[in-house]
């Protein structure tokens, strides 16, 4: 009897992938995969595994029902296959090395359902513990047995029965899930070279970091050769020298710490092209904590590395501007630049599902820069930085903590400075004057706030809350610009981009805004006005004053007392760490008070997320794992709390007609991501009440066409109790 593994719609049976073809192709890549963390010849047992229930008789003839081959009424029995390799692998391992079966019965039940539980939790009838009783029968089928009888390679050589390094038992759960992405990569791209060849055929070959090195780096010296002669960009030319002199230190972990304005970005992205050239590392990873400010870098890198060999991935990139091949790789991760967000990288380092988990193993021997480090979430702090450890101790990558306020993240205590000491950075390139409020007690109202605003030409001011941020615009001086995440995607860019161009016609610009432009927002006031909050966050906000140093005088950030405290939460926490520290007379004007503040500032936090490794750690010894439980609770967007809306902007009419009219496709949805704003789900629930928000599919949420509701200078309107009159006349 012939085994396959893939028909083709259309085609004779002698143009189907044999089982064989298909075991064999995705044992080899699965280890070619594994290579860079010594697991080579485990991923080649899940490849040579992964579909051994194909070879059940039920299996094949449901292959030849769906092409006609056989009569429609046969019995229709069970044909699943993804549990018998899982349930051989377990009785194939003898013990103690059973528990090692069940490294490579998670990763084979799981390469279609994504990685099961082991047992109880939200999944009890897919945990593997079920799956192993209930699917135990199928290994030893009549024509499952005769396959195994006459596979050679499974009869030898044997199994691997020893771990590939000596590991911790929080180890093991991550190396699961390393080897899981192998082998869903391997399988995934094997079926599409015989399923889908059009795809196939459209995977990039992209160059290698060597092979772009002398463009990027021929580009940074034109850059830098042209730049103006001033301090700040002889301060950059220093940064860059130190960055590429730190790229010889041997892999592990690294923080490049830079005042805002620094130049971190090309500068960080010398350091990882030597360093990865110096260690033969395979690709550069820039990981940022929000969509405001990716775009932008990805835009830089563009310009350094040609369009085509940086890929962005994450939820608010531009259809127009993906390709084929682009929207390929953000599958896999196989190109050589990616630019993607914390939401995107860490959680799925923690998912269970395929489509997740497939880049995984393409993370190993990269180096990944996560710019703006300190906004990592305190509340999964402590996963965070175990999977950081995970990445540098055992898969050969390097990661750097970019930020000009570098965090204290616990449990990092071999973190490299790639800045020297001596270079002073922080008294160089100080360009600007820090004025806090002279009593913390007394605070100012927002008419008082909008008064001192109306003095300034040029002057950016930051509130802590989106309320605030309308509340004070309510009273703003004519021609004040809006700025938060009540806008969409869509309305920001196209804001951020008008105050860049106001800016450098030296034009009158006042700019209201949520914390969103602390991030990495390259603007440039004269004057910035910061809220009182967090030491962190007013040193961000400093970075967007006199950023290039043009001034005669040094530029001025005033922190002001706003009406009332910060939420309860961690911007009141943050805002308590730095009124403490005022009292004790911290310098806070010096770098080295920055790693003291966080330090202060997690040990407030109620919970750094200890309680997360409850499902990957607690019963380790026994190799009994919670992926789904975990990779449900490590979710750094909470889609419990809050909830996407499409707003009606600009021209997406046509988007929102798609939508009604074919459902919520990947096309539509992709292009209607950047006309969506995350509203909690109290409020969601009241402007469904209120009819300003329908259900237009299930979990999909539109604006309902209510002329006012979104506002082209403030966008979504949240606060609203009443239609305005004109709302009603149609």
Known sequence: MKYYAHSKENAPVDEWQTLEEHSDAVAKMAAEFAKPFYSAQWAWWLGELHDLGKARRSFQDYLKVSNGLMDKDYDGSDHSHSGVGAVWATEKFPFPEYLLGLVAAYCIAGHHAGLPDWGGGKTSDGALLIRLERERDFVREPAVASWIANRNSLQSPSPPTALPWEMRYEDISFWTRMLFSCLTDADFIDTESVMNSSNASARAQYPTLNDLAPQFFQALDAKQSSAPVTPVNHIRAEIRAACEAAADLPCGLFSLTVPTGGGKTLSGTAFAFRHALKHGLKRIIYVMPCTSIIEQTADVLRQFLGAENVVEHHSNFSPEKETQQSRLATENWDAPVIVTTNVQFFESLYACKSSRCRKLHNIAQSVVILDEAQLLPPRLLLPCVAAIKQLVQHYGVSIVLSTATQPALPGLDDVREIIPEAMDLYGRLKRTELILPETRTVRQSWEEIADELQQHDQVLCIVNTRRDCRVLYARKPDGTIHLSATMCGEHRSRVIADIKEKLKAGEPVRVISTQLVEAGVDIDFPVVYRAFTGLSSIAQAAGRCNREGLMSQPGR??????????????????????????????????????????????????????????????????????????????????????????????????????????????????????????????????????????????????QTELPSLYNENYGLDLYRDNLPPEDFLR
């Open 557 to 702: 950030v005033v922190v002001f007392m706003p009406p009332k405290p910060a939420p309860s939460g961690e911007l009141r926490k943050a805002e308590d760490v730095l009124t403490g520290m005022l009292e004790s007379e911290v310098n806070v004007e010096s770098p080295d008070s920055y790693p003291e503040f966080f330090r202060r500032f997690y040990s407030a936090q109620n919970d750094l997320g200890e309680a997360f490794k409850e499902w990957l750690t607690k019963d380790a010894y026994y190799f009994r794992f919670q992926f789904r439980e975990a990779a449900q609770a490590f979710k750094i967007i909470d889609d419990q709390e809050s909830a996407s809306v499409i707003v009606r902007y600009g021209d997406n009419d046509a988007l929102l007609r798609s939508l009604y009219a074919v459902g919520p496709k990947r096309d539509i949805m992709r292009r209607l991501q950047r006309y969506t704003v995350s509203v909690p789900r109290h409020t969601l629930a009241e402007m469904r009440d209120k009819g300003f928000v329908v259900e237009a599919h299930p979990g999909v949420f539109v």
